[in-house]
């Protein structure tokens, strides 16, 4: 089912309509996709090592920034196109329509409809703990050069940010929906909790 949000020109679609009709399985923890899983941090992993040992290493800055930039987009492309839809059936990406309107689209695996290939619990923690702990690491690296006047890696980390936080954002939104669809999360939510409250008030003041 196709849903836009109006707001922001976002679309959340389902991923693999054809899965509709398979019967569904039970949630696997072996790890399917090795090889995905593999280069879904390999490329991360191996910019931070670099940034952090290149300069014992090797005396050329412009040999280890084209060594961090390449590693990055490596990552970037890589996460962003092939692992996240093997490792946990999410995808996003940008397409212009006929008018040359931008939209923004991010797809996930319908939570309700049978599929073909399952989700392993396994895959899905590795996707999820690189996907978090990378970007953050390159917020400290960020505060660590401005504060430590390494003006010469600034460029260098905010790129790291930027591109490991964009997959980041990328599939919470695959994730959790829209901006309207979080706002009726959190709302629902607050309304389950004011409701339990008020119950549990009423039950032990009849008691």
Request: charged content about 20%.
């Amino acid at each position: 089912m196709l849903r836009q949000d109006s707001n922001d020109d976002t679309e959340d679609v389902s991923l693999f309509d054809a899965d509709d009709e398979i019967p569904k399985r039970p949630k696997k923890s072996k790890i399917k996709h090795p090889i995905a899983s593999f280069f879904h941090l390999f490329f991360r992993v191996s910019a931070v090592i670099v940034y952090l040992l290149c300069e014992l290493f090797s005396n050329s800055y412009i040999a280890c920034v084209v060594t961090i930039i390449l590693l990055l987009s490596c990552d970037f492309w890589a996460v962003k196109n092939v692992t996240g839809r093997l490792m946990v059936g999410l995808r996003w990406w940008n397409q212009v329509d006929d008018d040359g309107k931008s939209h923004w689209v991010f797809e996930a695996r319908k939570a309700s409809a049978p599929r073909k290939k399952v989700t392993s619990e396994a895959e899905s923690t590795i996707f999820w703990l690189g996907l978090i702990s990378c970007p953050l690491l390159w917020v400290i690296f960020a505060f660590s050069a401005l504060f430590s006047f390494k003006v010469k890696w600034l460029a260098v980390v905010i790129l790291g940010v930027t591109l490991q936080g964009a997959n980041l954002y990328g599939y919470i939104r695959c994730k959790v929906g829209s901006r309207k669809n979080l706002t009726s999360l959190a709302t629902s939510y607050l309304g389950r909790q004011f409701l339990q409250q008020t119950v549990a008030k009423e039950e032990q003041t009849v008691s």
